[in-house]
């Protein structure tokens, strides 16, 4: 059985994807063990109690400094001894310290086809809006293994997704979203809980 430990910032519809998965069989061999949030007023908090999932707040604003706080994260992490961490929209740079701890066993979805529109700066509806400006016709999903880079670590699988005629930054990520992250995160939890998913030399193989 994984058990994954679930990081998230705001809404949390990836999160629900994953609740959603394993409830429903998409995902096997896979328990939910805690959902960790930066922030307390995240709407991803209420939906892991309403599935009964431990759910805890760390604050950078309960801490003097980074250090402080990174510690304090990486506590709560470990006491949920997860196998594999998820990073689920969360939008916090993740401490060096629980990267190397976690090293292949952390993984992110990002909202765009790597490498574009990702790096420092990068996040949320930011992504969306640098895929318009650009005048992309594709854009899509990655999950991925986390590195100490900045979305730069493994691949493990990508959507494309086709940007239409009068988008916004809105609609479009909720295309992203619904065409793509719900899909490829869950699928991509499912395989690795599966131990079919390998990673050799930075880049990654899928089995069977
Ligand atoms: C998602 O679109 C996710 O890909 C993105 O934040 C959103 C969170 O939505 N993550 C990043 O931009 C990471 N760089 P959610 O809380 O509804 O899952």
Known sequence: MLKIAVC???GGTNLQALI???????????RIVRVISNNRNAYALERAKQAGVDAVCVSPRDYDDRGQFNQALLKAVDEAEPDLIVLAGFLVVVPPELIRKYEN???????????SFCGTGYYGLKVHEAALARGV???????HFVDEGTDTGPIIMQKPVAVQEGDTPETLQRRV???AEWVILPESIHLIANG???VTDGHVKISG
């Not at 998965?21 to 896979?30: A, C, D, E, R, Y």
């Open 8 to 10: 998230v910032s705001g």
């Open 20 to 30: 959603d998965g394993v409830q429903n069989g998409l995902i096997t061999n896979t």
């Open 105 to 115: 066993r952390i993984v992110n979805i990002h909202p765009s086809l790597i490498p």
């Open 137 to 143: 016709k594709v854009t899509g999903a990655t999950v």
């Open 177 to 179: 979203m619904e065409e």
């Open 196 to 198: 079919r998913v390998q």
